[in-house]
């Protein structure tokens, strides 16, 4: 089980664009409301999440976890003591942790980034640790997937089903969604 953690003041394009595409490709994926069951987006847009932060904890059925930016999203994110849980047992266990926009900002915080190559959103940069800050839409170094925002948020998603699946697999949805024209 995948989870994308929403938190108030999430960024709803980066949040719900990945959530889609790994449910087009039958990975199984939880929307986590922080705090409440309706998290309302950065963009006052109310959104429904499949359970609350206080109904899950890590367990052998987590397999990784999404972190949409936004603001102030993101500083909910890392206030957050299940959020913070979800990232210390992925990082225990070499699990997928994905993290768009500001929210490479909570990696970065907890010295996750320090010697891995990452993105985020501009002005952003100074709070990634000591990875090595690219250039780049959206980049995967081992575990870690990050991207830059939420025009990044198409190629997050597909981002997250090649790391899951497979190239092949990604690469179907994109041309299904007909992202490749």
Not at 75 to 81: F, I, Q, T, Y
């Amino acid at each position: 089980m995948y989870y994308v953690f929403l938190a108030d003041g999430f960024e709803e394009t980066e949040a719900l664009a990945p959530v889609d595409i790994m449910r087009r490709a039958e990975i199984e994926v939880y929307t986590v409301g922080v705090g409440a069951k309706v998290v309302t987006s950065s963009h006052q847009i109310p959104v429904v999440a499949d359970v609350v932060d206080c109904e899950i904890g890590p367990d052998k059925d987590c397999e990784g976890i999404i972190l949409p930016g936004g603001m102030p999203g993101t500083l909910n994110l890392e206030k957050s003591a299940t959020v913070q849980k979800f990232i210390d047992y992925c990082v225990e266990n070499k699990l997928l942790i994905a993290a768009i926009c500001a929210a490479p900002s909570v990696l970065g915080h907890k010295g996750i980034l320090d010697g891995k190559k990452a993105v985020c959103f501009p002005g952003f940069e100074g709070q990634l640790g000591r990875a090595e800050v690219c250039n780049d839409a959206v980049m995967t170094d081992g575990n870690i997937i990050t991207g830059c925002g939420a025009g990044a948020a198409l190629k997050f998603g597909f981002e997250i089903v090649k790391y899951i699946q497979s190239e092949a697999s990604a690469n179907h949805f994109k041309a299904a969604m007909l992202c490749d024209r």
